[in-house]
């Protein structure tokens, strides 16, 4: 794959002399630092350049793209090749980690380990890869951290992942998994989603019993930060927090804590992946990048939005828990209709998959509306099981819309009126599935 990067990126210098660049993006935590890293590099270049963020490629979108322009996807687009090929584009770059299921036209250049290795990357760290081809930056790979640890990849790090990881001067510490590790445990505890304790998240008395019951204390009126804690106080908080999570095992819930210096302090890298994932997903992806690059007035905007966006996350958590679903055997269904946000749903469809509410290889479908349409995310428990991207790429050929993602992470924007028509479909489809396996 090195040798594709390298090949891609002459080609690509080659091309942008003469050129101005368009970026389009995915609005995750991924996407933006992908585009950030790309921002950085076309800076240092002196090149022309615009920017796009969407939540999802749609085909209108593509057409809509500038001719002239040299093309540039990061983060999206390996499901999109078909309209690509018809769109007109001259000069199109993908950089992308989803699964691709259609022909490559002769007119994209595109790195995507899909192609070669089937290697764990995030779409930042081919990005960065990519960038340092060009331009040799150290200092980008904190970002592409970031974006590794956005896509879920933080715990099995290979070779290519680790030396990104040792570039950009990641710290490690063996720990338990919640964030920030830096940050007082009782707030840590009640706005915790990756895990989720049921009793405990969201629940400010579940979180002062759980301490009580760990022998955690305040002193001075301030409990300690997960780093803080001695080897006992660690083991009782494991032990407090596994009561609660009956499907769960300390494996699940320990593992490396990275610790990247942004804004000239030490800050843990999930919590910075999720305050990036927050801005750009309460439609402010313009200061998800601002905060990427390091700009100091970002700071407190960003630190506002994530605010607002854990509370979302918290009813929304609330909803499902008292909502009623569509369950079969190894699935569930959420329609969240206008209940929980359409750029929130795929991190609560995230959250129930991590969390130890359901048995390793369910699927967790959930649906939110958007306008005239409907985002669905879909999620395997575990990791493990069947392929939700084909489940929904069979059911959207039945229905129609568009489809991307991975193995056990997929998602699909339908149309509003096809909505009894879609889980109709979509639940045929899991329980021939089941039959099948």
Known sequence: MQKRIEEIAKKFLERIKDKEVYILSHHDTDGITSAAIMIKTLQKLDKKFSVQIVKVLEEQTIY?????????????????????????????????????????????????????????????GLTYLFCKEIIPDVELAKLATLGMIGDMLGKNIDKVNNQILNEGEVKRKRGLMLYPSTRPLNKVLEF???PYIPGVTGNLNGVNELLREAGILPKEGKYKSLIELDEQEMSKLVTSILLRMSKANSKDLIGDIFLIKFFNKL?????????????????????????CLEIPKAKKKAEALYAKYKRFIISGLEFVSKTEKIQGKGYIIINAKNEIKDTIIG?????????????????????????????????????????????????????????GGHEFAAGCLIEKHKEEEFVEHLKNSLEFELVKV
Do not use: W
Request: aromatic share 4%; hydrophobic share 40%.
């Open 64 to 124: 809509n793209l500038p001719k002239e322009k040299v093309i540039v996807f990061l983060d999206l687009a390996s499901g999109s090749l078909d309209y690509i090929a018809k769109s007109g584009l001259k000069d199109v770059f993908i950089i992308d980690h989803h699964e691709i299921i259609q022909k490559i036209p002769e007119n994209i250049e595109i790195i995507n380990p899909e192609l070669h290795d089937k290697q764990e990357i995030s779409a930042s």
């Open 192 to 194: 915790s989603s990756n």
């Open 267 to 291: 800050e843990d890298a999930r919590e910075l992946s999720a305050v990036i994932n927050a801005c750009s997903r309460l439609g402010e992806s313009e200061i998800a990048i601002q905060l």
């Open 347 to 403: 991190t609560i469809a995230s959250i129930l998959s991590h969390s130890s509410l359901y048995e390793e290889g369910t699927i967790v479908v959930a649906m939110a509306y958007d306008k005239d349409k409907i985002k669905v995310s879909s999620r395997n428990v575990g990791r493990n099981g069947r392929n939700v991207r084909e489940i929904l790429d069979l059911v959207v050929s039945k229905t129609g819309g568009e489809v």
